[in-house]
Nanobody, 124 residues
């Protein structure tokens, strides 16, 4: 069974950091672009960051540029999202997903394999 499993979410104070991980099982995703997304109640799921299959190209939503970093370790079949300088507006359920394409893309329609999500809450 192919699946993506996110971990690392939790409660953090404003200004704090969290590192999310997304471990793949069932098959290798080393040839796929990967992305992180987030969703809050009443809003659509938004793309946060994307990375190409080798990790050489990354893209970020304007709201997280300079604070979040996406990376991947293909040997471990794992993608990461380092989140620094967190603000309350970052509170959401965070999902990782694998793209149909090897390139980095912020187009959510290109992603077809999704994890179950992990809750991130930024609050004092």
């Amino acid at each position: 069974q192919v699946q993506l499993v996110e971990a690392g979410g939790g409660l953090v104070q404003p200004g704090g950091s969290l590192r999310l991980s997304c471990a793949a099982s069932g098959r290798s995703f080393s040839g796929n672009g990967m992305g992180w997304f987030r969703k809050t109640p009443g809003k659509e799921r938004d793309t946060v960051a994307a990375i190409s299959w080798k990790g050489g190209r990354t893209y970020y939503a304007d709201s997280v540029k300079g604070r979040f970093t996406i990376s991947r370790d293909n040997a471990k079949n794992t993608v990461y999202l380092q989140m620094n300088s967190l603000i309350p507006e970052d509170t959401a359920v965070y999902y990782c997903a694998a793209s149909r394409l090897p390139i980095a893309t912020m187009n959510i329609e290109q992603y077809d394999t999704w994890g179950q999500g992990t809750q991130v809450t930024v609050s004092s």
